[in-house]
């Protein structure tokens, strides 16, 4: 882990390097607009420091999770969002394909249930 890692395409958006629609942003975290949507609002939640995934996150600081938490309910309920949908993936095999602890706020779709694809 270190605070950012010169490669990251997320650390280089936290620091101004790549232009990002941004949605929100606090003390911990920023949230931005997926180039590649998969509901109607899909936006990415990461936080300011670097870390490889969830877990890692977590296990620097349990406070970091929570901050993520925090941010996606404020910027889904900003777009209009009331229900919505958190994802992280964790590893290439669970889909992650940029190694820097993101979440994924997914919403403005009746058709969302509880059954995985």
């Not at 003390?27 to 877990?55: G, R, S």
């Not at 296990?59 to 996606?72: F, M, R, S, Y």
């Amino acid at each position: 882990m270190s605070a950012t890692s010169h490669d990251c395409v997320f650390c280089k958006i936290v620091a101004g390097e790549i232009p990002a629609d941004v949605l929100g942003r606090n003390d911990h975290a920023i949230a931005f607009a997926d180039l590649a949507p998969q509901a109607p609002f899909h936006a990415l939640v990461v936080p300011l420091e670097h870390h490889e995934d969830a877990a890692a996150s977590a296990a620097a600081d349990p406070a970091i999770i929570g901050h993520l938490v925090t941010l996606a309910d404020e910027v889904a309920k900003a777009s209009g969002n009331e229900d919505y949908r958190l994802v992280a993936n964790t590893g290439a095999g669970a889909g992650q394909t940029v190694f820097h602890t993101h979440l994924h706020v997914l919403g403005g779709s009746s058709s969302m249930t509880e059954t995985l694809v």
